[in-house]
């Protein structure tokens, strides 16, 4: 596979996470890295901030 469609397969898969459309240019190299990397640590916190369902808390506490 050529750099050219490397390049052209992460835009790609960047614009699909982001939600950006194909007419938006790339963004510059290395700022793709940060920006992976905030929407990586965004979908981290959700999560992180879910509240566990209370049958997983049944379930937890007859594990005592």
């Known amino acids: 596979m050529a750099d ?3 390049d052209a397969d992460a835009a790609t898969r960047t614009a699909r996470m982001t ?3 194909a ?3 790339p ?3 290395g700022k793709e890295d940060v920006h992976v990397s905030q929407a990586l640590r965004t979908v981290y916190q ?3 901030d879910e509240d566990i ?3 997983m808390l ?3 506490s ?3």
């Open 53 to 55: 369902p209370p049958e």
């Open 46 to 48: 959700r999560a992180v």
């Open 62 to 64: 007859k594990l005592d």
């Open 58 to 60: 049944d379930l937890l």
């Open 19 to 21: 939600g950006a459309t």
């Open 4 to 6: 050219d469609d490397k």
């Open 27 to 29: 963004l510059p190299a």
């Open 23 to 25: 007419k938006q240019k």
